[in-house]
């Protein structure tokens, strides 16, 4: 089970950091990430780490955002800066199994083995 916390509301500019539970699994065995699905749109792919603990970002975040994990608490962060209105977004993350290589780090498939409920993340004056 994935459980995702930390959104809210912020203004432009601003920071949150999202936080990813895991239980049932050990994160470190497999390739997790982020995701985000904003109003109308696709989902899309923003950051992950492979159990090889290779991490990939997608272009588009230009350095924004920052994925880290903490192995003790089984937990994945999304540190999230400079926070743009086209950042407005309910942020997911997900898990792939195996066997590998999974395709989650690509950041373009969304046919993961386990997806949380997702986190709101609003970007308002």
């Known amino acids: 089970q994935l459980v995702e916390s930390g959104g809210g509301l912020v203004q432009p500019g601003g920071s949150l950091r999202l936080s990813c539970s895991a239980s049932?699994?050990?994160?470190?065995?497999?390739?997790i990430g982020w995701f985000r699905q904003a109003p109308g749109q696709e989902r899309e792919g923003l950051a992950c780490v492979s159990h090889s603990n290779s991490i990939t970002y997608a272009e588009s975040l230009k350095g924004r955002f920052t994925i880290s994990k903490d192995s003790a608490n089984n937990t994945l962060y999304l540190q999230m800066n400079s926070l743009q209105f086209e950042d407005t977004a309910v942020y997911y993350c997900g898990v792939e199994f195996g066997p590998f290589p999974t395709h989650l780090c690509s950041l373009t498939r969304l046919d993961l083995d386990e997806w949380g409920k997702g986190t709101q993340v609003t970007v308002s004056t």
């Open positions: 049932g699994f050990t994160m470190d065995f497999y390739d």
